[in-house]
């Protein structure tokens, strides 16, 4: 195969995966002109079988007509031959007898006409009901389209919310990791200060009560023990005393 019939293989490819492609786009489309021309084509069979139909009704209507004139002409043959007239009766048997071939051939006609009639009858029902049933089958898959364009449309939507909530997420926690470093800065920048003057060793003498304006723990519950010992001496010496009862160590403490 030459270079160029395989260029044009390849195009004619092309076009056919082309063309396929448009007719899948467009298949409700093409299914929905297709039952409008079946509709119509069979419109139209109705109309030739409604014409058929009268034809056939004329047809039965003239053979009919022609079967009472033979009737009738046989009956005037009986009464001719009664009479003696055989002439005349010869006349009427040749017009029975033409009326006879005319009807057998019409008889044939009309027998040819009614089974067209039945058979485009059967066929037109038949199209009616293949057209309805493809009618019913493109209506459900319009349907269920419908329900795959919505089902589609609400999972973007929710595509669409989950990266945004996703690009939220992402954001709230370099901002706390940020916040993070942040106060991580300040703990050692203060940590630093401490460390480079004399805080550090002022913190650490206010925690032992003796820097300036600060009163340690020890400091006030000694006070308060000084307090209790001195007051409770005094009430012992409120109280009567036997002669020569020496006096308490802890009064005598607490005088000096």
């Known amino acids: ?40 084509d069979s419109l139209r069979a109705k109309e ?3 014409r058929m ?26 009464r001719l031959l009664g009479q003696g007239d055989q002439a ?14 005319e009807i057998a051939a019409e008889e044939k006609t009309l027998t040819t006409t009614k089974a ?15 057209i309805d049933s493809l009618q019913q ?3 459900q898959v319009k349907a269920n389209e419908s329900v795959l364009r919505a089902q589609s449309a609400i999972s973007a939507r929710h595509s669409g919310q989950n990266a945004k909530l996703r690009t939220a997420l992402d954001s709230l926690e370099r901002v706390k990791t940020q916040q993070a470093e942040r106060a991580a800065q300040i703990e050692a920048a203060d940590a630093l200060a401490l460390s480079d003057g004399d805080g550090d060793l002022e913190a650490r003498l206010a925690a032992a009560g003796v820097t300036p304006g600060q009163v340690s723990a020890d400091a006030v519950l000694a006070r308060y023990q000084k307090t209790e010992v001195v007051q409770h001496p005094r009430e012992q010496l409120e ?10 160590a802890t009064h005598e403490r607490a005088k000096v």
């Not at 056919?16 to 079946?38: F, K, M």
């Not at 109280?239 to 308490?248: N, R």
Request: proline residues 3%.
């Open 137 to 139: 089958q493109v209506d």
């Open 88 to 101: 005349l009766a010869r006349d009427v048997a040749a017009k029975v007898a033409q009326l006879e071939g």
């Open 239 to 248: 109280a009567p005393q036997g002669e020569g009862s020496p006096l308490p």
């Open 1 to 40: 195969m030459s270079i160029l019939e395989k260029i044009l293989t390849l195009f004619r490819g092309a076009a056919t995966e082309a063309g396929q492609a448009v007719v899948d786009r467009n298949a409700t489309r093409i299914l929905d002109q297709e039952i409008r021309d079946a509709q119509g």
């Open 53 to 78: 139909m009268a034809q056939q009704k004329l047809a039965s209507d003239k053979l009919d007509a022609k079967r009472a004139k033979k009737a009738e002409y046989e009956s005037h043959i009986g």
């Open 116 to 130: 067209a009639v039945d058979k485009l009858h059967g066929s037109i029902k038949t199209a009616d009901r293949r």
């Open 48 to 50: 030739d079988l409604t």
